[in-house]
């Protein structure tokens, strides 16, 4: 526990030492603000963002898209896999599709999506819901495959049937696969949710994020990049507690 | 109660039993020894029907819940507790759940793990999780028990107190045994019919030797019995035999 402690103090001293030393080479002038802008020209552009209150309408919009994105990837992602393993019919025509949207790297389907579903909402929701749902598909379709069959028999010799399967076995394997792989959805719905703003938007982070590197201002996109970063981080938290209550049996 | 009437069953490609016949009666326990390989619990698995089998029939009057099997792993949910895990078939067959639990309960008493219904299995030692999963199996009150060396894991003194309040059970309520087993003293304690598998593949029934020894039964009391050595010995070298011949066979 003491041993614990001192790594999370060396750690926090090795991170104060980086950026001291980068603040001071920024006050220095060694440091050019237009490409590398000093930690407190960042924090800056951060008290700036939240105190003319302009930050909201970009979080609600990569939130909002993030959040719907990983909820309708996690909820389609699981029916799908579950449809697709249950039934070799549905697996023959789904698997070969999910196979070919794995292959592409799949923030590449942003301007199609823009084109399709307009630079709203709705086109980053779709690329973060692709990003999570092919994910998800994987993660479902092979865990129910690989499933312990000594679990599988125990529920068919106490007398369930294909009802009990699914709600006994299946379903509590496919939190635990989903609870393991949550926090690379979340990641993936953000990445999602960014790249769609980036690419065409009038509203969100993605969107500050291109009007950042059109007007050359580092300190924002830096600003904007840290921020994306406690956010995920803070939603890392949460996941964790959910997977720590979900997966108690562990 | 149970009758196995030449049946023949297939590993994959490789034929494991060839003809095997045996039978069960009501209350009666009957253990089924082997070398490794000669299809115990592909046997046990045909009856309970998650084994096809290539000939031959497996016919009882029991139905299907009448007819429990403990494993050699004890195959409990992880993410369910004690309690669920034992209440879980008695779902399947109608009950709601609050008698479910209520009853899950009582069999955790009556195999000594009452308070430890809230536990996950992997809160309980090796020999908690079996009585569990007895209890799971109990809790549908089978008239016939088809075990696969289900405490083979467990160390000797644990081991032989489960089995001792299996023995208990199994006499009080008539239930009907069929144990597959390595351990030929196991075999002749507990049994009322020893059968004896050659060596496989194609194994056949080669033996049976009706067990002399009054019930009920006490495990240690039982090994001191006067009749006791002489089976043992006289089933210990038929299946040296049988080790023997299949490995002749081998060379």
Redesign the interface.
Known sequence: MERRKYVWLRQFIAFAIIIGLWEAAGRAKLLNPLYAPSPSRIVGALIDLFAGGTIWPHLEATFGAALGGLALGIVVGTVLGIAAALAPFLAELLEPVMIMLNAVPRVVLAPLFVIWLGIGIASKVALSFVLVAVLIFFTVFTGILQV?R??I?????????RT?LLR??YL?SIV?WIMGNLKVAVGFAFTGAVVGEFVAASRGLGYLLSFAQSTYNSALMLALVLLIMVFVLVIFALAGRLERHL???? | MLRVADLSLSYGQVPVLEGASLDIDDGQFVSLVGPSGSGKSSLLRAV?G?QKPLAGSVTTELA??DI??L?Q?D??????TARENVA??LG??GSNRRRAADHADSWLTQLGLSGLGDR???QLSGGQRKRVALA??LA?KPRLLLMDEPFASLDAIVRARVTQDLVDLAERERIGVLLVTHDLEEAISLSDVVYLLSQGPRARMSQRYDIPLSRPRKLIATRSDPRFAPLLERLWDDLSREVDRGAAEAA
């Open positions: 312990d000594r679990l028999e125990r529920i068919t010799t106490l007398g369930g049937g009990a006994h076995v509590p635990a997966l108690r049996w562990r | 309970m998650l299907k819940r429990g099997i494993f792993d195959a409990l949910l992880p993410w369910r879980l078939g399947f067959h996950y299995p992997r799971q199996v549908l």
